[in-house]
């Protein structure tokens, strides 16, 4: 390593996914000199935060895809670290609800898949014992997960950047650094950011929604673009949190990347009913009518975009309406719980997710982490990632150590 830079790896991206990459690479190789880079005033703004906090099982995903792989082992290590540093956790279990025939089939689906990716203690139900579980709720099967669990990934994010700088002297978590451009050398990068440049060797990409135009920065055409996809939260009041015990969710459509409207205790106690999913006119827009026009303009100019339009308009606008329509939200989640009615939620927080899309309008499902010469890029981490991270820094730690020769 040249010792004459400010750096030898800097980091994009102060989300849970550049944060464990960090770590992990600290806790190997104390000796490397990193630097993790954000443009907000605190970690965890914008995917990390504002996500279920939800350590998924990895039921859902492809047997031998990298989600399956990262999640099953992402979760176990999430877990340890949780209870290594007294990060409150809970590993609550949940209900995987089917509420017509038609459902079965995909519930089956998820089921198998569960086996096959070996996730402990699954068990296929019957409408009774999904009553048991959860009182309110009412189904004509389901998938009982009692390895699920609740986090909070804010603080999870917070413990990492603490344990960065703590495993070398030199190591720096920087907020309120916005990486702007890359002044590239023969041996070196100047990082160039709103608050001063660093040089570096190695650069790795983690920033989510904007992953993307980072990666072309680079010079590198990602041949993905980030389309955001907004996800809108109602929140059950104080009186009706009594009808959700832990987390109940519906069967998902396997043709799409979203688990559809769930509940969700959080470990404050509250509980989160969403998120649904609609195209963001900003990549960080957070309110219903959140535009920005340099976003708009690429996911419009895009051709993916619009072959996902035509392939999926009826989806998209069921999402639409129901984004800004609380009766036909309520009846979604009637689905699940029946009694539920209009006063027992009220509007809570949003996210937004940073969802590859693919040139021919393909959802891309599987992270899609790429090096290119002395950069690494993560160009699509959805969720499980906040549940995966630790195992993503594990194999983004691999990569480095071989080919940036730590
Ligand atoms: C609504 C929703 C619900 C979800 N629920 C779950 C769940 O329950 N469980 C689960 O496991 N996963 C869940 N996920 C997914 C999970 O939150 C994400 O996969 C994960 O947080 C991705 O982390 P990240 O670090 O890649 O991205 P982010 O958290 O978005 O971090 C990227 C960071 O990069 C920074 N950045 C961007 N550009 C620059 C720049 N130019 N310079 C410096 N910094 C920059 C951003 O400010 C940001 O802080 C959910 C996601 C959403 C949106």
Redesign the pocket.
Known sequence: MKQTLDFDIVV???????LASAYQIADSHPDVRLAV????DR????????????I?SGLYYKPGSSKAKTCAQGRKELISFAKKYHIPYEICGKVIVATQESELGNLDYFFQNGLENNIEGIERIGSDEIKEIEPFCSGIAGIRVPCTGIID?NQVAYKLAELIEKKGQTNKVLTS????AFDKHDFYTNVV?NNGDFSTNYIIN?????SDR?ARMDGINPGVRIVPFR?DYYELTEQAREKVKNLIYPVPDPDFPFLGVHFTRKIDGSVECG?NAVLSFKREGYGKTDFSLTDTWESLTYWGTWRLFMRHWRYGLGEYTRAFCKKLFLRQLQKLIPSLNSDDITPGVA????QALGPKGQLIDDFKIERCGNSIH?LN?????????LAIGEYIKGIATEHFKL
């Open positions: 994009i991206g102060g989300g849970i996914v550049g880079l954000e443009k907000e970690l965890a703004a914008h995917q990390t935060g504002h996500n279920s906090d939800v998924h990934y650094h916005e990486v702007t950011t983690c920033a989510g929604l904007q980072i996800g998120p996210g937004v997710r940073a993560v981490a959805p969720s499980p990632a906040a549940t995966a991270s």
